[in-house]
């Protein structure tokens, strides 16, 4: 390898290493994301996740409970009836276009919102 080489490679990994730095900082954005919640396909409630902890109990007319957390880092559910507990075992979700569902207990927690900024899409 000669010594141009080592500029050209030094010059890409520059070029790199800002590409990722300003896609980690414009990250840092205030973001308005809700959290939608659906029972049965219809919209019950939408909460902004940035409004602090909140607790929400939805009971279905099937005897199936569901307790959802809401924090300023993002949303879960803490408790199911269902007996396979993958909506519990999710976790929580903080990003617009992640789901939550609970397919038994017929509950979906959407998050919307797009970051100001923010990447939307990558193209290739």
Same mark, same amino acid.
């Given at each position: 390898? #000669?010594?141009?080489?080592?500029?050209?490679? =030094?010059?890409?990994?520059?070029?790199?290493?800002?590409?990722?730095?300003?896609?980690?900082?414009? =990250?840092? *954005?205030?973001?308005?994301?809700?959290? +939608?919640?659906?029972?049965?396909?219809?919209?019950?409630?939408?909460? /902004?996740?940035?409004?602090?902890?909140?607790?929400? /109990?939805?009971? &279905?007319? *099937? +005897?199936?409970? *569901?307790?959802?957390?809401?924090? #300023?880092? =993002?949303?879960?559910?803490? +408790?199911?009836?269902?007996? &396979?507990? /993958?909506?519990? #075992?999710?976790?929580?979700?903080? #990003?617009?276009?992640?789901?939550?569902?609970?397919?038994? *207990?017929?509950?979906?927690?959407?998050?919307?919102?797009? +970051?100001?900024?923010?990447?939307?899409?990558?193209?290739?």
């Amino acid at each position: 390898m #000669r010594k141009a080489d080592f500029y050209i490679i =030094g010059v890409v990994l520059f070029i790199a290493l800002i590409g990722v730095v300003v896609f980690y900082i414009d =990250g840092d *954005n205030t973001a308005e994301v809700y959290a +939608e919640i659906y029972v049965f396909g219809e919209l019950i409630h939408s909460v /902004l996740l940035d409004s602090g902890h909140d607790d929400i /109990l939805i009971e &279905n007319t *099937n +005897e199936s409970s *569901n307790l959802i957390r809401i924090t #300023r880092d =993002g949303v879960y559910i803490v +408790e199911a009836s269902c007996r &396979n507990q /993958l909506c519990v #075992r999710s976790g929580k979700q903080s #990003r617009p276009g992640q789901i939550i569902a609970c397919l038994p *207990n017929r509950v979906l927690i959407r998050l919307v919102g797009l +970051e100001e900024g923010g990447v939307d899409a990558v193209a290739y």
